[in-house]
């Protein structure tokens, strides 16, 4: 049994992996700042599922609380970290970037000193798909070099994915970023497009189409994400003897340091995704096609070789699997939208 901390334990990947890690036997403290970026009532509502199970304590506060952070880690001396919280949302970095420096930077410090100065074994934290910006070479690899962000959000992400390997190198301790490709499932988030489009198609509303339906993205379950996260937190990097400075390789290091896609291996056009949608909903969607959005790129598409070869795990939930699973909660979560 190990001693974990989960940041964004009320958030919709850090409630999963936190019922993933009690139902083994793991001890988890959750931490989180219950903001209102979105929803509170579904950040407590998932919060109801773990309290009162053996092994779980939350505790609420933020990431750049650094008197907090410090605190929380000398009082429970923790054997691994798992970094998901974080100011989440392309489009919004775009409305309010200070909270991105706060959360995902600052917060981010007060994490790697945490684990510096108390021992923890292993820091996993949440990367994100959008830091390979324009790169348009498909399937996106952590072997690309990823220096052209197109949102704020995306730029801190790639910051994170460097102070990691910063500490690696400096103090020796094993990090491992996840570049996680647009989560989905039962207990989602709702400023995210399978959220905003059921509310809409169930009201008889029209759903807004970016890029005129011609995204791709490759859409991820959420039990293949935690699936993933579980099988690289029990797997601590270490140097790789092969890492050369005269073609340094993005995804690997001298250090104890990975970086890891996750994501389907699969992109599916948005109108596919749609279409998928109206047949689970049995319902059709009225469509506002509109132009791409500023920070928005038009497709992700994740190469996880690097991920099979190293935990064994591909991510594999089809898409009418995935949808059908979030259509069943949603309608028992709210069941007078249906």
Known sequence: MSKILVTGAAGFIGFHLTKRLLARGDEVIGLDNLNDYYDVKLKHDRLKQLEGQPGFRFVKGSLEDRG??????SDERFDTVVNLA??????????????????????????????????????????????????????????????????????????????????????????????????????GRPDMALFLFTKAILAGKPI?????????RDFTFIDDIVEGVMRVTDTTPVPSLSWCGDEPDPGTSYAPYRIYNIGN??????????????????KQAQKNLLPIQAGDVPATYADVDDLMKDVGFRPATSLKEGISRFVEWYRGYYPIAT
């Open 265 to 282: 291996n699969n992109p599916i056009e948005l109108m596919h995704f749609i279409e998928v949608l109206e047949e689970c909903l049995g």
């Open 86 to 187: 974080a100011q989440a949302g392309v489009r919004y970095s775009l409305q309010n970037p200070h909270a991105y420096i706060d959360s995902n930077i600052t917060g981010f410090m007060n994490i790697l000193e945490g684990c510096r100065h108390n021992n923890v074994k292993h820091l996993v934290y949440a990367s994100s798909s959008s830091v390979y910006g324009a790169n348009t070479r498909m399937p996106f690899s952590v072997h690309h070099n990823v220096d052209h962000p197109v949102s704020l959000y995306a730029a801190t992400k790639k910051a994170n994915e460097l102070m990691a390997h910063t500490y690696s190198s400096l103090y020796g301790i094993p990090t491992t970023g996840l570049r996680f490709f647009t989560v989905y499932g039962p207990w």
């Open 208 to 216: 807004d189409v970016f890029n005129h339906g011609k995204m791709q």
């Open 68 to 73: 907090a952070i410090e605190k929380l880690f």
